[in-house]
């Protein structure tokens, strides 16, 4: 990156800091900072093969919960906090175009987004987001959002994992905590598009799976 570039991403950092600190569901800072850490990474692995935009990785990163619907009134009110943000920084058009497109499809959306990111910035990007909703972080955050959310931790009599959801049934909170692993986070490593991205969520998956695992013995008592 240059100087300019160095410049914007901080003001950047700044900016999604104060704006995403304190939210409670696992959409926080923190969480923004470990898939800026993870795009690091993974480019800079993915660089010895092929060029990688940093600054368009990074301020995509930084900015992809600022447009989340979760988050926002609606999904347009959130694409228009980052479009403002661009135009306020100036982030030229070529560069703007870029980061939105990475930002506006990179959601699993309960796996209604069919949309393939074909740039090397937008795989990287997403799949720094998934590896963040795997593993043992990935666990913690699934329990803060449904704890947040109301949602039970598990309900044998919801033991039947909903197929095919539309967006709506997906985030209609009628499921668990634990429905919640087997309707996107152990999906997630098959939909990785890099080959450290892969490795990676191959690890956190394990992780999740030996998780899950104990929890079910705990739950009936076997141990």
């Given at each position: 990156m240059n100087n300019v570039e160095k410049e914007i991403v901080k003001k950047t950092e700044k900016y999604v800091f104060d704006a995403l600190i304190d939210e409670p569901s696992g959409h926080d800072w923190w969480h923004i900072l470990r898939v800026v850490n993870s795009t690091k990474k993974i480019a800079g692995i993915e660089q010895e093969i092929q060029n990688v935009n940093l600054f368009i990785c990074e301020m995509a990163a930084l900015l992809h919960d600022i447009a989340d619907e979760k988050l926002n009134e609606n999904a347009v009110a959130g694409e228009q906090k980052v479009k403002d943000w661009l135009k306020e920084v100036?982030?030229?058009?070529?560069?703007?175009?870029?980061?939105?497109?990475?930002?506006?499809?990179?959601?699993?959306?309960?796996?209604?987004?069919?949309?393939?990111?074909?740039?090397?910035?937008?795989?990287?990007?997403?799949?720094?987001?998934?590896?963040?909703?795997?593993?043992?972080?990935?666990?913690?955050?699934?329990?803060?959002?449904?704890?947040?959310?109301?949602?039970?931790?598990?309900?044998?009599?919801?033991?039947?994992?909903?197929?095919?959801?539309?967006?709506?049934?997906?985030?209609?909170?009628?499921?668990?905590?634990?429905?919640?692993?087997?309707?996107?986070?152990?999906?997630?490593?098959?939909?990785?598009?890099?080959?450290?991205?892969?490795?990676?969520?191959?690890?956190?998956?394990?992780?999740?799976?030996?998780?899950?695992?104990?929890?079910?013995?705990?739950w009936e008592g076997k141990c």
């Open positions: 100036d982030v030229n058009e070529a560069d703007q175009a870029a980061i939105l497109t990475i930002i506006l499809n990179m959601s699993y959306k309960g796996g209604t987004n069919k949309v393939r990111l074909k740039t090397i910035e937008g795989k990287i990007v997403q799949d720094a987001d998934r590896l963040d909703a795997l593993g043992a972080v990935g666990i913690a955050r699934t329990f803060t959002y449904s704890g947040l959310h109301e949602r039970p931790i598990h309900d044998p009599r919801r033991e039947k994992v909903r197929e095919h959801l539309t967006l709506e049934e997906y985030r209609s909170g009628n499921d668990t905590a634990i429905m919640h692993f087997y309707e996107k986070l152990l999906k997630l490593k098959d939909l990785m598009q890099t080959k450290t991205g892969a490795q990676l969520a191959l690890q956190r998956h394990q992780y999740m799976a030996a998780f899950l695992a104990e929890f079910y013995d705990e």
